[in-house]
């Protein structure tokens, strides 16, 4: 394995490389290093190379990096990326830069709760199934188009965009991912604020090419940057 920082290295040249075949900015790609069960020494060496935004998917382990010496007073930007449930919010909110992983209308409707109880304006993003697995977290299609109503009047809280976890076939994820960006393009004309919801967190170490290819503005990579969990 090579070092973090060659890694990092390696996947910006992937990412601007990317951006170019589709006709794309890389400025408008950003890299998250996913960091989950990695220890906070191997952050501090991603954060070094000149990483700011990490991803942590457990709330317990995200906690204790956020509390870890090494790393509370550089400035990192956590994006919680995994699956949250409602007894979890009051410990992440007003922690992390952005949330990745709401999945229910009810969780939803916890965070703009607990958003007010601590006076904060909270952005997140849903996470949508768009392999139609039964196995994945994320809601379907349909329900985010029946729920955006009520999303969208949650005060507190504002959905900045959309998140998936494709199909291991790349193929099919770059449908999915296709597919993301279609419906990110639906929400738009019934949010109240269009320029606000912008984000497609989408494509991870097997699959940020295709994303990119269709419009990813955020890549989550772990395993390209860290190596084997
Ligand atoms: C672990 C994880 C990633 C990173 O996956 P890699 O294949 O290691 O790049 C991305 N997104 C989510 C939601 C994850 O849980």
New binding site residues.
């Given amino acids: 394995m090579e070092s973090i920082a060659t890694n990092i290295e390696e996947i910006r040249e992937q990412i601007t490389a990317a951006c170019i075949e589709a006709g794309r900015d890389p400025a408008e790609v950003r890299l998250?290093a996913?960091s989950?069960t990695h220890p906070a020494s191997l952050v501090r060496e991603a954060f070094d190379a000149g990483q700011i935004e990490f991803?942590e998917?457990y709330v317990q382990e995200f906690l204790e990096k956020h509390e870890d010496p090494l790393l509370e007073e550089l400035g990192i930007e956590w994006h919680f990326?995994?699956h949250l449930q409602s007894n979890k919010i009051r410990s992440i909110i007003g922690k992390v830069n952005l949330i990745?992983?709401i999945d229910k209308l009810s969780t939803a409707e916890e965070l703009s709760k607990r958003a007010i109880q601590n006076n904060l304006q909270v952005d997140y993003l849903l996470e949508v199934n768009t392999s139609g697995e039964t196995s994945k977290y994320g809601m379907a299609p349909d329900e985010v188009l029946s729920s955006a109503e009520a999303l969208f009047t949650l005060p507190g809280i504002t959905l900045r965009g959309l998140?998936t976890?494709a199909s291991p076939d790349r193929a099919m994820a770059q449908e999915e991912f296709r597919h993301l960006r279609t419906l990110l393009e639906t929400l738009k004309p019934i949010s109240p604020d269009p320029s606000k919801l912008t984000e497609l967190s989408m494509g991870?170490?097997?699959d940020?090419r295709e994303a990119i290819h269709e419009g990813a503005t955020m890549i989550?990579?772990?395993?390209?940057?860290?190596g084997w969990?």
Avoid at 220 to 225: D, F, L, S
């Fill in positions: 998250i996913v989950k991803g998917s990326i995994g990745h992983g998140m976890i991870m170490s097997g940020f989550r990579v772990g395993t390209a940057i860290f969990r």
